[in-house]
């Protein structure tokens, strides 16, 4: 079964940024994320809305 969601550091690795700056792309919402009980999970989907608005910036 292939995973839904990642933690911040898994999705740091995923990205090849900080955890810091993780966190920081989750304030300012640029990168949503569920809160389930004590843990905080960045769903697949939303690195991959990431990904696509960076390029789609990059190519304006």
Do not use: F, H, N
């Amino acid at each position: 079964m292939a995973r839904k969601s990642v933690r911040p550091a898994e999705a740091a690795e995923l990205l090849s940024v900080s955890r810091d700056t993780v966190y920081v792309l989750m304030r300012s919402g640029r990168l949503r994320s569920v809160k389930l009980g004590r843990a905080r999970l960045i769903p697949i989907s939303a690195i991959e809305e990431l990904l696509s608005a960076s390029e789609q910036e990059d190519a304006a």
